[in-house]
């Protein structure tokens, strides 16, 4: 999972050290490079200094809230009183965990804190709407699936991998779950899902959800794509659950 580090280069190898194998953490010095990493790289999290250009600020964070909803922030920043009412407001905009360097940063908090927010991440969110289809498979496929639907841009040829429709399917999913947050355009999601062509994941919209990117991003709801996708691959799942 990839982690995007907002911080100073202090916080940035601590964080990275205390991420080891689980995560990659990668390094944004400036808020534009913020920017262009959330939407060209397959960032999960972003862990972010209200202090990064040096004067603490909320606007920055608070825009990315805005463009960027569905992706989880974490506050890593210095307690002082510059701070506080930055600290305040992003607490109330819904921003829960805070990390105070040389206070509480020590490795195991700071993978706890990582641990704790992936699991508000887009890529578990489908592994958990999943995890019955996935259940029986063979344990092999089983993991080639999960790690589709954890890093999709990685299986750059998905008729490589059986079953094939069923990746493609869930990368739709995930462009799906990608395009409600404003901040994203369909070409952003292509590339950061690993699309040589904006047209393919046109065609694989068009083939899985009966749409073209931009309609299905303003018409369906993710639990409608979901539903679609599941008629699809599992229509006797589909008809028990409507039953239910």
Do not use: C, N
Not at 113 to 118: C, D, K, M, N, R
Not at 142 to 153: D, G, I, N
């Amino acid at each position: 999972m990839l982690v995007l580090a907002a911080v100073s280069g202090v916080q940035f190898h601590k964080l990275r050290r205390a991420a080891a194998a689980r995560f990659t953490v990668v390094h944004a010095t400036t808020w534009d490079a913020v920017l262009s990493a959330i939407r060209s790289r397959p960032v999960e999290l972003a862990v972010v200094d209200p202090l990064l250009t040096g004067m603490a600020s909320d606007r920055e964070i608070e825009r990315l809230r805005v463009l960027f909803p569905s992706l989880p922030l974490i506050l890593y920043t210095t307690l002082a009183p510059q701070t506080a009412a930055v600290m305040l407001a992003l607490g109330q905009r819904g921003i829960r965990h805070v990390v105070f360097t040389r206070y509480d940063d020590h490795p195991a908090h700071l993978r706890h804190v990582l641990a704790q927010e992936e699991a508000r991440s887009t890529s578990q969110q489908l592994l958990d709407q999943f995890a019955w289809a996935l259940s029986p498979l063979p344990s092999e496929l089983r993991w080639v699936l999960e790690e589709v639907l954890r890093s999709p841009a990685e299986v750059q040829t998905v008729q490589q991998v059986s079953p094939r429709h069923f990746l493609a399917a869930a990368r739709v999913l995930y462009a799906h779950r990608l395009l409600q947050d404003p901040g994203f355009t369909i070409e952003d999601v292509a590339v950061r899902l690993g699309y040589a062509q904006t047209k393919t994941l046109q065609l694989h919209a068009r083939t899985y959800l009966g749409l073209t990117a931009g309609e299905m991003r303003l018409t369906l709801a993710p639990e409608e794509a979901l539903e679609r996708v599941v008629q699809g691959f599992f229509p006797a799942r589909q008809a028990q659950v409507s039953v239910s």
